[in-house]
T-cell receptor
Framework: KNEVEQSPQNLTAQEGEFITINCSYSVGISALHWLQQHPGGGIVSLFMLSSGKKKHGRLIATINIQEKHSSLHITASHPRDSAVYICAVRMDSNYQLIWGAGTKLIIKP | DAGVTQSPTHLIKTRGQQVTLRCSPKSGHDTVSWYQQALGQGPQFIFQYYEEEERQRGNFPDRFSGHQFPNYSSELNVNALLLGDSALYLC??????????FGSGTRLTVV
């Protein structure tokens, strides 16, 4: 079992829909990152969370430390949101990020 | 405030050659991590540098080596290139209490 699990693996939605991507982890963490990668592009850090909720524009990220679960929400989705969204955790006892497999999101106009 | 800068952006090398990739971290960050991302795959951790020392290493052969300079910038060196080394190489900088900032990557093609 992977230490970081994301769902769904693929998601296709219509423009304007509310999007939710989930991340569950099984290890103790010091922080959780949500990252975005466009095809052929580099990685952009969207959020770093250690507790609670953060909002940036149409993006909202939440984390429940007790349940070891985080969600990324996109409101009023737009075709330019189409990308791979990756959950990665920074463990208490490790310097590297542990990556989820990513969620490929396609927003159709 | 510049983020993470990587150079070059694209590179084509021949099998057996050596390559050096460079990374300048975000201002205020003292730690640099390198990742390899093959096409269609997730990033794989190569190593992390802190205080000019390799602090942690992933499952990569000794052909992959690195260096961190006093100004926190870093280099990734790959010797005896193989076709399978073709990938996007990502640099990420961080600080002990902050998050990660990623560069746009260097696309290495080995022919």
């Amino acid at each position: 079992k992977n230490e970081v699990e994301q769902s769904p693996q693929n998601l296709t939605a219509q423009e304007g829909e509310f999007i939710t991507i989930n991340c569950s982890y099984s290890v103790g963490i010091s922080a959780l990152h949500w990252l975005q990668q466009h095809p052929g592009g580099g990685i952009v850090s969207l959020f770093m969370l250690s507790s609670g909720k953060k909002k940036h524009g149409r993006l909202i990220a939440t984390i429940n430390i007790q349940e070891k679960h985080s969600s990324l929400h996109i409101t009023a989705s737009h075709p330019r949101d189409s990308a791979v969204y990756i959950c990665a955790v920074r463990m208490d006892s490790n310097y590297q990020l542990i990556w989820g497999a990513g969620t490929k999101l396609i927003i159709k106009p | 405030d510049a983020g993470v800068t990587q150079s070059p952006t694209h590179l084509i090398k021949t099998r057996g050659q050596q390559v050096t990739l460079r990374c300048s971290p975000k201002s205020g960050h003292d730690t640099v991590s390198w990742y390899q991302q093959a096409l269609g795959q997730g990033p794989q951790f190569i190593f992390q540098y802190y205080e000019e020392e390799e602090r942690q290493r992933g499952n990569f052969p000794d052909r992959f080596s690195g260096h961190q300079f006093p100004n926190y910038s870093s280099e990734l060196n790959v010797n005896a290139l193989l076709l399978g080394d073709s990938a996007l190489y990502l640099c990420a900088s961080s600080s002990p209490v902050g998050g990660y900032t990623f560069g746009s990557g260097t696309r290495l093609t080995v022919v």
